[in-house]
Antibody, heavy 122, light 111 residues
Framework: EVQLVESGGGLVQPGGSLRLSCAASGFTFSTNSMRWVRQAPGKGLEWVSAISGSGGGTYYADSVKGRFTISRDNSKNTLYLQMNSLRAEDTAVYYC???????????????WGQGTLVTVSS | QSALTQPASVSGSPGQSITISCTGTSSDVGYYNYVSWYQQHPGKAPKLMIYDVSNRPSGVSNRFSGSKSGNTASLTISGLQAEDEADYYCSSYTGSSTYWVFGGGTKLTVL
């Protein structure tokens, strides 16, 4: 069974930094691309970032480019999101997601973690 | 403002059918057959219901179906049940620097 468990969320001041982690299990971690999707309180979903299975390709939404860094440690089956220069508008639940390559579609978000809340406020 | 446009709310009675639209552009929904639909109950993570326009993942009820015409994709739920009451989001691959865009979400109320 695929499981994605996020951690690292919390309260941080504007301009501060936070690192999110996502522990994956139930599949061969290095074979799937991973992505972060966020949801501001009471709002819709927003794609944030993606990383290829090898880690060699990384992609960002314009809203976080230059401030967030996605990475992965395939030896630890863990995905990360380093968030710097945080702003109030970054306040959201951050979901770790896995693509559906091999089961549904490489272009979908097939599996989701439970999410971790990041609050940016003074 | 979301990249894909969905109605804010729809409603239907048990047993009826409803359709939720998702309108994009010729650069996303209209170009790629990579539209997905997600169901989200309050306080829960989204769940994949439809992928690549009209395909259902294993375990998803065949009451859920998807289609696309031009720049608009649609999710149809037939035989509405109380458990279908949730928020529904569409998404599309864009192939550009944006990569994926989502709709603003539609709240489905089962009367």
């Amino acid at each position: 069974e695929v499981q994605l468990v996020e951690s690292g969320g919390g309260l941080v001041q504007p301009g501060g930094s936070l690192r999110l982690s996502c522990a994956a299990s139930g599949f061969t971690f290095s074979t799937n691309s991973m992505r972060w999707v966020r949801q501001a309180p009471g709002k819709g979903l927003e794609w944030v970032s993606a990383i290829s299975g090898s880690g060699g390709g990384t992609y960002y939404a314009d809203s976080v480019k230059g401030r967030f860094t996605i990475s992965r440690d395939n030896s630890k089956n863990t995905l990360y999101l380093q968030m710097n220069s945080l702003r109030a508008e970054d306040t959201a639940v951050y979901y770790c997601t896995r693509d559906g390559c091999g089961s549904t579609s490489c272009y979908t978000f097939e599996y989701w973690g439970q999410g971790t809340l990041v609050t940016v406020s003074s | 403002q979301s990249a894909l446009t969905q109605p804010a709310s729809v409603s239907g009675s048990p047993g009826q059918s409803i359709t939720i639209s998702c309108t994009g552009t010729s650069s996303d929904v209209g170009y790629y057959n990579y539209v997905s639909w997600y169901q989200q109950h309050p306080g829960k993570a989204p769940k994949l219901m439809i992928y690549d326009v009209s395909n259902r993942p294993s375990g998803v009820s065949n009451r859920f179906s998807g289609s696309k015409s031009g720049n608009t994709a649609s999710l149809t739920i037939s035989g509405l049940q109380a458990e279908d009451e949730a928020d529904y989001y569409c998404s599309s691959y864009t192939g550009s620097s944006t990569y994926w865009v989502f709709g603003g979400g539609t709240k489905l109320t089962v009367l």
